[in-house]
């Protein structure tokens, strides 16, 4: 009889999650449909990535391109399953990111864009992207400031192989999740003074902010996707084999 893995942790904490989604929409007033989980299986092994597709899951994030290649070939990209870098992209990574991701939400910089738009032109793509946005002071941080998005959107979008679906974030990390709200709100703001000025075919309206430990907060200050990878996949050494 063919091995299976089961991780019974990964329906727990999917169970968790989703109640906290709920509970973030509730006090947002907000539908939990609008809220895409992306899976983020850095670290992760084949069959966990399988079990939470499996219940489930559609959205799977890597922060490395060459850690995603395997897995990607691995799973044969399952119909339904996208594919999202979260991770910050070298310019020598993304040949290989445009022909495996569906979203990258790492876009920092215009020299990144035309590198993109370059190597999506070569396999007759349009890459679907998201702009990141350095909503904090903290140097290891990456992303584009606030103030001068508006016009790098501007001329990012000019280029035909890239569609730019919204803004990212990452808050920094603190005890409290609450630390994290300013953030997000700021990156919201940006969201609606960026969309003001583009018709409503074209606005930005993906919001990827919040990890496992600020999501809920990071959904009631508008995030349409949430990025979890401890949230889901925590507790993975408890899990049983079966003949």
Known sequence: MKRSIIYPVISENL???????????VN???????????????????????????????????????EALPKYNALRAPQGVMWHMVGRLQTNKVKDAVGIFDLI??????RLALEINRQAGRLGKVQDVLVEIKTS???????????????????MAELK????????????????????????RMLRKLQDKI???????????????????????????????????RAIFEGQDKCSALE
């Open 28 to 66: 947002a007033g907000r539908n939990p449909q609008e809220i895409t989980v992306v899976a983020i299986s850095k670290g992760r092994v084949l069959g966990q990535i399988e079990e939470a597709i499996a219940l489930g899951i559609h959205n799977i994030g890597e922060s490395k391109v060459q």
């Open 195 to 229: 969309n003001a000025k583009r018709d409503t075919h074209n606005a930005l309206h993906i919001l990827s902010m919040g990890m496992s430990g600020d999501f809920q907060i990071a959904i009631e200050e508008g995030a349409t996707m949430v990025r979890l990878g």
């Open 161 to 184: 192989n890239i569609n730019i679906q919204g803004l990212m974030t990452i808050a920094p990390q603190a005890d409290n999740p609450e630390r994290a709200r300013p953030y997000f």
């Open 105 to 110: 939400h790492s876009l920092d910089s215009l």
């Open 137 to 155: 002071p903290e140097e290891a941080k990456s992303g584009l400031g606030p103030d001068e998005a508006p016009e790098a959107i501007k001329q």
């Open 15 to 25: 169970s968790l999650v989703r109640e906290g989604i709920h509970s973030a929409c």
